[in-house]
């Protein structure tokens, strides 16, 4: 049996880390004529991202029109974790870090050791002078090079999210399609608290932790903080604190309440095995010694594990 002063002791303990709990808990506020000055892209003020870099595993697309016969080059290529692409019988070429312009160049030099500039479409006759010109491979309409599909570059969504995880970005998307596309928030999160966290690209100085408030953009129509999604942004939104308290609380109450059916299952457990040993003339006979009532055995009590 757990004595009153223990339970008290673990009463005034819980509310103590409720107290610690609650107060560790600050709502997110948006700075609604500060970011509505920026020039953050978000819904109404999109802009476009910068040209792509192609990363593994993204997939692309080659296709030379005129290659060696019974050689050709066509379909789509996987982008390998070492950056390269497999042309097959051409060998390989390192494409990681390019855009698509350069990934193009670069596989025309490669296909200049095995084919000839004009197959490649790296000479054209000039229909007014008939003379034959150099055309620079990014311009070179015999051989294709594009992006099947792109694999590399995603944001991330966190938190009570209904599906979380990790999204592709195709540049139009905003932090209401995000939501969306992540199955929407759960009854436990806290649509008060969302924040887009915005990682600082390569020679910026720190990143940034934008705001979201998710009741002006629903409600009211405001687009000021539905920022457009750019690839490695997280979009994190947080649960709820009294549902972060609830579970607090039934964390640190666990051991209490296990040690408490502990002492019940043993209590319960003695005074089982007492009652079988009890003797049977004793409960049911006259035999002196037996506690009756009116010729009816009395049964011995079990006491009650629980505190009073």
Known sequence: MIPRKAWRSFLIMSAGFCALWLSGCQTVRTPEETIADSNIPRELSKTTLPPYVIEPPDILLVEVLEALPGRPIQGERLVRPDGTISLGFYGDVYVAGLTISEAKEKVIAHLRKYLNDEPLGLI????????????????????????????????????????????????NETVLDAIQFAGGLMPTAAPQNIRLVRPAPPGACCEQILPVNLAAIVNAGDPTTNYQMMPGDRLMVYRDPIVRTTIFLERIAAPFFTVVNGVQSYSFAANSVRYLNYPIGGLYGNTSGSATTSGRPVVPAIPSALPR
């Open 124 to 171: 054209q006759e000039d229909e007014e002078t008939r003379e034959f010109k150099a055309v620079p491979p990014a311009e070179s309409n015999r051989v294709v090079v594009d992006v099947a599909a792109y694999n590399s570059k995603f944001y991330y969504v966190q938190g009570d999210f209904g599906a979380p995880g990790r999204l592709p970005i195709t540049g």
